[in-house]
């Protein structure tokens, strides 16, 4: 099958961090705009950040900027949102998606991607 793989969600402490993998199976992630994103319970959906397939500066959400590190490894066909200093408002369902355009607009309704994961739960809480 076709699709992406979120992993490392998890239970941590507010200032603590996380290191989120998104990992392409059946595809190689090498030609793809990358994108993450997050939903919490009864909210819209977040765009957080985008990194481009020919590894240009990426984007970030004022939400998380300063905070958060988007990277990829094409070797391990995976990419990755290194949360740093999460806060509880960070928790939510996190996804990443694979799209054939760059990251301008990444986060806009009208970007229509090709691939999405199905998610993994971080949530902050002492």
């Known amino acids: 099958q076709l699709q992406l793989v979120e992993s490392g969600g998890g239970l941590v402490q507010p200032g603590g961090s996380l290191r989120l993998s998104c990992t392409a199976s059946?595809?190689?992630?090498?030609?793809?705009?990358i994108g993450w994103f997050r939903r919490a319970p009864g909210k819209e959906r977040e765009g957080l950040s985008c990194i481009n397939s020919s590894g240009g500066r990426p984007y970030y959400a004022d939400s998380v900027k300063g905070r958060f590190t988007i990277s990829r490894d094409n070797s391990e066909n995976t990419v990755y949102l290194q949360m740093n200093s999460l806060k509880p408002e960070d928790t939510a369902v996190y996804y990443c998606?694979?799209?054939?355009?760059?990251?301008?607009?990444?986060?806009?309704?009208?970007?229509?991607?090709?691939?999405w994961g199905q998610g993994t739960q971080v949530t902050v809480s002492s």
């Open positions: 059946g595809f190689t992630l090498d030609y793809y705009t």
């Open positions: 998606a694979a799209g054939y355009y760059s990251c301008t607009g990444y986060g806009s309704p009208e970007y229509e991607y090709d691939y």
